[in-house]
């Protein structure tokens, strides 16, 4: 897997946090739901409904923080930026805290795919999912 417009040039590092996360929140999902359905096979309300359970600003804040110690510094710095940038958005189901974090994720998500690093996407989405298995 690439950048599907990898032919497109554009410099992550001169991009905000916000933006960062909003790509970065599209790769996550595409995980989270790439994953659902190679599990199985069932109706798109099921599949929705458990999307949703992963995606959701209190799951992306815990996912992050568990993480969060095999980060580098880069990606460390991206989450910061992320996390305590304002977005002027205000969380409906989430508490402030838990938005924010999952803004940080989704940054760094979108930093690493934007600029080309699908197998430290992967290995962090891995470094997830173990952990999600291990707490239940």
Sequence with gaps: MERFLSHKN???DLLSPLTLAFIGDTVY???VREEIICDANR???DLHSLAV??????AQASAITDILP???EKELAVFKRGR???SGHIAKNASTDDYHKATGLEAVF????LTNQ???????YELIKRCENDER
């Design 53 to 58: 359970k992963k995606v959701k600003a209190s």
């Design 118 to 124: 699908i197998d430290r996407i992967l290995e962090l």
């Design 70 to 72: 095999m980060l580098t």
């Design 29 to 31: 999902d595409l995980l």
């Design 84 to 86: 305590n940038a304002k």
């Design 110 to 113: 979108g930093y690493l795919y």
């Design 10 to 12: 554009v410099d992550a």
């Design 43 to 45: 109706p798109a309300n």
